[in-house]
């Protein structure tokens, strides 16, 4: 998968209008990166924490081992992409934000439309 693909799929745009909860838009901003921070880390956690106790009752890594760990290369860069897929998933608000903001026509025809109504 190349990092074009993973990143699209990671900020895909759900349909429907975005439901509005707080008065200002940058608080409903800020609410929902944080939202989806929190469900991101909700599972990780989750899953993280079934990992180690796996391993751990099954003798084949101990904790110490896992803090211990240091990543190849390869790892890294694949952590790298992963890393991205992630702020891409969090950001998707402000990425959305943008996108609609460029994606108005403001040539000088429509505005002409626009003060003539």
């Known amino acids: 998968m190349s990092i074009q693909q993973a990143l699209a799929g990671?900020?895909?745009?759900?349909?429907?209008?975005?439901?509005?909860?707080?008065e200002s838009w940058e608080a409903e901003r800020a609410m929902a990166i944080a939202m989806s921070l929190a469900g991101e880390l909700v599972v990780t956690r989750q899953r993280l924490d079934t990992l180690?106790?796996?391993?751990?009752?099954?003798?084949?890594?101990?904790?110490?081992?896992?803090?211990?760990?240091?990543?190849?290369?390869?790892?890294?860069?694949?952590?790298?992409?992963?890393?991205?897929e992630f702020l891409a998933r969090v950001l998707r608000v402000v990425q959305q934000e943008a996108e609609a903001l460029s994606a108005s026509d403001d040539s000088s025809e429509n505005i002409a439309e626009e003060l003539a109504r």
């Open 52 to 84: 180690e106790r796996l391993l751990a009752a099954k003798g084949l890594v101990t904790r110490a081992e896992i803090d211990g760990f240091s990543p190849t290369k390869d790892d890294a860069a694949e952590r790298g992409l992963w890393n991205q």
């Open 10 to 22: 990671a900020s895909a745009k759900p349909t429907g209008k975005r439901p509005r909860f707080l």
